[in-house]
């Protein structure tokens, strides 16, 4: 349906003013004319493609050195915690050291929060009050929270330092990790990154990457981390021509490998017949060297 409303219009030498309307909309008015009314009552404007590519260049430079800035923090509260040996070790975990980043302990024993729907009315109370006390001491950390198994006590990401590991945990990590395969450069794409500083770096993905997702990275002639505000994949007919043959040599090994196993299981099938086939002879011949108990 067509709502009609006073507004400004280009159509009209002498329009009346624009009126507040309770949210952006598109309306045709009495001329016939379609403008677009923003909540203030005013014309959106419409921007150029260059304004808004210009716009949108703006905010990714915002973006990236909102991200540049916290990798900093990040970084310079990691350098703090090693400085000043915050980090807990296992055994003074298992000793039940308290953390060293915000005085809590780090695992109270009361186990974990059940599920916000099931709380008793004592849990709710509780679970508020705590709530509301890591708001009050965390109000500018930005960061996430962390908990230990069979805790409810709540850590700070920024402020406090991850739990350790142990010497088990640390060595079950270490063979996952060692069991990756090494990156193949042929499988390898090339981005080209476009820091806050200005300068314009080379990085690598996996080809399947459709996007940049890193938010920051180290930039060689500044020694430093800095925001990415712009990345772009590089195809060149080098890069190409290398993903054809790493995709030929998989090809190869893999077809190779199945044919290994095909061979191998083709053999145990031989050798089973071949069993068989014996075992079968041998049977024949006691039957044929055994004579029926004959009768008088």
């Known amino acids: 349906m067509t709502r009609l409303v006073e507004t400004a219009c280009s159509a009209w030498p002498a329009a009346p003013q624009p009126i507040n309307l309770s949210g952006a909309r598109r309306y045709t008015v009495i ?44 970084d310079a509260k990691h350098a703090e915690w090693d400085r000043d040996g915050t980090r807990l070790s296992w055994e003074e975990y298992v000793a039940g050291v308290t953390c060293r980043g915000c005085g809590l302990a780090m695992n109270d024993g009361l186990g974990g929060w059940p599920p916000l729907m099931k709380l008793s009315e004592d849990e709710r109370v509780a679970h508020d009050l705590m709530e509301s006390l890591y708001r009050q001491a965390h109000p500018d950390c930005r960061s996430h929270r962390w908990s230990m198994q069979g805790s409810r006590q709540w850590h700070c990401g920024f402020c406090c330092p991850p739990p350790p590991l142990s010497l088990k945990q640390i060595q079950r990590i270490s063979s996952i990790f060692g069991s990756i ?116």
């Open 31 to 74: 001329c016939s004319s379609s403008v677009d009314i923003n909540v203030s009552g005013g014309l959106m404007p419409k921007f150029s493609d260059e304004e808004r590519a210009r716009r949108a260049a703006t905010r990714r430079r915002r973006d990236a050195l909102r991200a540049e800035e916290d990798a900093r923090r990040v």
């Open 181 to 296: 395969p090494a990156k193949e450069p042929a499988n390898l794409a090339r981005w080209r990154l476009s820091l806050t500083c200005d300068h314009v770096v080379d990085a690598t993905r996996h080809r399947s990457h459709t996007y940049w997702s890193g938010r920051v990275h180290h930039c060689e002639q500044c020694g430093e981390k800095r925001g990415v505000v712009d990345s772009q994949p590089v195809s060149d007919e080098q890069s190409d021509q290398e993903q054809r043959e790493a995709e030929r040599a998989r090809l190869s090994k893999e077809i190779a490998s199945e044919q290994a196993a095909l061979d191998r299981r083709q053999a145990d099938a031989d050798r089973s017949r071949r069993k068989i086939d014996d075992l079968t002879r041998k049977l024949s011949l006691l039957e044929s060297t055994t004579s029926p108990a004959s009768g008088t």
